[in-house]
């Protein structure tokens, strides 16, 4: 080995430190959070469909 050496891989050394730092400012939220409101979201958008469908908007 060389002196060189660090102990990672040289094209993902920054990313490998920049993932591992979490900053205590941001967001945080549960994925199924998110999967529930993409959900709703979702049913949400083919009620409004259904509707102007039916002309009733």
């Known amino acids: 080995m ?15 430190r920049y993932f591992d730092a979490e900053d205590s400012n941001t967001i945080r939220m549960d994925p199924r959070s998110v999967v529930a409101f993409g959900v709703l979201f979702g049913v949400l958008i083919l009620m409004l469909n259904a509707l102007f469908m039916l002309g009733a908007v």
């Open 2 to 16: 060389s002196s060189s050496d660090s102990g990672g891989l040289m094209s993902s050394a920054g990313l490998v």
